[in-house]
């Protein structure tokens, strides 16, 4: 309605000036009868883009089909004088941001895992198979734990389950590990953290052998990662996700600002290291960073796993960022099916207003990680299958 209305002054305008004027004046009078139109258009709008949208589709209406039904109604008051034309830039509206489907990308990654797997057998009679432990009864645990044999069985890796009591000792944890170590047609060993309280998580990992880490959680593996020039041979599934999210969604990692809250073996520390070695510069946030927002609005792209709810807020987003939220944070809902829902590191709603791309949780990087802990494993049977021939 405001565009008809601004569109029939114009024209009233323009009977008034055709009117009085010469004609060689009527150019630049439409000149800023346009300018002022957008001008007044800009003003609908309670938001920006509905300043750009009308921006953009208003300046049609004023030379649209409806100008000459109103030649003959002239305004009674004198003309107003004609402001010097200033060009209005038009910005363009921002695009809608990506959300960045986990989900998708992990069903794509496991399609081509199982016909490697096919392969693998068909050439080499071997079986990739994965040894999973799993130390008490933490209900997160238990349902990762289902998630990830659920996920071998999809794709044809062999699943193997050592389920110990949380009262057990760290030998018998070791004793399981060394079991696995031994075992052929097992390729790779996850211990599922956390462990026990009363438990040295360093030493339990450590006798995972090298081969067999595809946690990419063993000192050397962490080492060879950090180091330029060397190879680990497993690197943390966490972090390989994020990569994969973000190259697939090709974005520019090179001389990029890459913030990462968070500095865990799990995801933090190795999805540093992993951004630098596709050239990012890489901040680091985490529990005693002061100011934490200030850094994280410098960034481009931030990959929140602090595992704290809701901890990145959009005040915290330069506008365009990409965000990859890797935080599982189970929160209290009574109306959900368990009484609690998952959400992220990163207040969606907010952040989805400022970024450019961004993961939702669920259905963002937990799918991928699964995705990649497959891959490790099947990694780790065709090296096996290289070294027996
Ligand atoms: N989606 C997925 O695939 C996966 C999700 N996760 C999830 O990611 C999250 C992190 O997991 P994980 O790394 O194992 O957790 P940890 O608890 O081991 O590490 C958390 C890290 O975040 C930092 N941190 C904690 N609070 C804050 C804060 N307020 N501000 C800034 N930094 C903070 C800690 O800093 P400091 O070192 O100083 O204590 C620490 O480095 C969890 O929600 C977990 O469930 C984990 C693995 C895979
Ligand atoms: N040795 C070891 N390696 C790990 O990699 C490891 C671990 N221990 N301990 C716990 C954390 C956590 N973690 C997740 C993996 C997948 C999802 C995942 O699939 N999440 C789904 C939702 C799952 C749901 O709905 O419950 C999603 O985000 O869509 C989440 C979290 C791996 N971790």
């Known amino acids: 309605m405001a565009a008809l209305t601004w569109g029939r002054l114009?024209?009233?305008?323009?009977?008034?000036?055709?009117?009085?004027?010469?004609?060689?004046?009527?150019?630049?009078?439409?000149?800023?009868?346009?300018?002022?139109?957008?001008?007044?258009?800009?003003t609908v709008g309670t938001s920006k883009e509905d300043e750009d949208t009308h921006a953009h589709s208003t300046s049609p209406s004023i030379l649209g089909p409806d100008l000459p039904d109103i030649w003959s109604s002239l305004p009674t008051s004198p003309p107003r004088p004609i402001p010097i034309p200033i060009p209005i830039p038009i910005p363009m509206p921002p695009a809608p941001p990506t959300i960045i489907d986990g989900k998708s990308i992990a069903q794509e990654i496991r399609s081509h895992i199982s016909k490697h797997v096919i392969n693998l057998?068909?050439?080499?009679?071997?079986?990739?198979?994965?040894?999973?432990?799993?130390?008490?009864?933490r209900r997160d645990s238990q349902s990762y734990v289902r998630y990830k044999i659920k996920a071998c069985n999809e794709?044809?890796?062999?699943?193997?389950?050592?389920?110990?009591?949380?009262?057990?000792?760290?030998?018998?944890?070791?004793?399981?590990?060394?079991?696995?170590?031994?075992?052929?047609?097992?390729?790779?060993?996850?211990?599922?953290?956390?462990?026990?309280q009363h438990m040295d998580e360093e030493r339990i990992l450590g006798a995972v052998s090298l081969h067999k880490d595809v946690d990419g959680f063993h000192p050397l593996n962490v080492g060879n990662l950090a180091l330029r020039g060397r190879q680990p041979l497993f690197i943390p599934c966490?972090?390989?996700?994020?990569?994969?999210?973000?190259?697939?969604?090709?974005?520019?990692?090179v001389g990029k600002h890459a913030v990462v809250i968070g500095r865990s073996k799990v995801v933090g520390l190795p999805t540093s290291l992993l951004l630098q070695r596709h050239y990012s510069t890489v901040?680091?946030?985490?529990?005693?960073?002061?100011?934490?927002?200030?850094?994280?609005?410098?960034?481009?792209?931030?990959?929140s796993a602090a595992g704290v709810a809701n901890l990145v807020r959009g005040s915290w987003l330069k506008r365009g960022v990409v965000v990859i939220d890797v935080g599982t944070n189970p929160i209290e809902d009574p109306d959900s099916e368990h009484g609690y829902r998952l959400t992220g590191d990163v207040h969606f709603d907010e952040a989805v207003k400022v970024a450019s791309a961004?993961?939702?949780?669920?259905?963002?990087?937990?799918?991928?990680?699964?995705a990649m802990l497959l891959s490790n494993t099947l990694d780790a049977a065709k090296e096996a299958c290289r070294s027996s021939v």
Do not use: W
Not at 159 to 164: D, K, T, Y
Not at 238 to 253: P, W
Not at 297 to 302: G, K, L, P, W
Not at 358 to 370: L, M, S
């Open 238 to 253: 966490a972090a390989k996700a994020c990569l994969q999210l973000l190259l697939r969604h090709q974005i520019d990692l």
């Open 358 to 370: 961004i993961t939702p949780v669920p259905g963002g990087v937990g799918p991928v990680t699964i």
């Open 121 to 137: 057998k068909n050439s080499y009679d071997k079986v990739p198979g994965l040894a999973v432990i799993l130390v008490g009864h």
């Open 10 to 42: 114009v024209k009233r305008k323009m009977a008034a000036d055709s009117a009085s004027a010469s004609a060689s004046a009527s150019a630049p009078v439409l000149f800023s009868l346009l300018a002022r139109s957008r001008r007044c258009h800009a």
């Open 283 to 303: 901040s680091i946030v985490h529990a005693f960073t002061h100011r934490p927002e200030e850094i994280t609005r410098e960034a481009d792209i931030v990959i």
């Open 155 to 196: 794709v044809g890796i062999t699943s193997f389950l050592a389920q110990l009591p949380h009262s057990c000792s760290e030998d018998e944890v070791i004793d399981s590990v060394t079991r696995f170590n031994e075992d052929p047609s097992v390729h790779g060993i996850l211990v599922q953290l956390p462990l026990p």
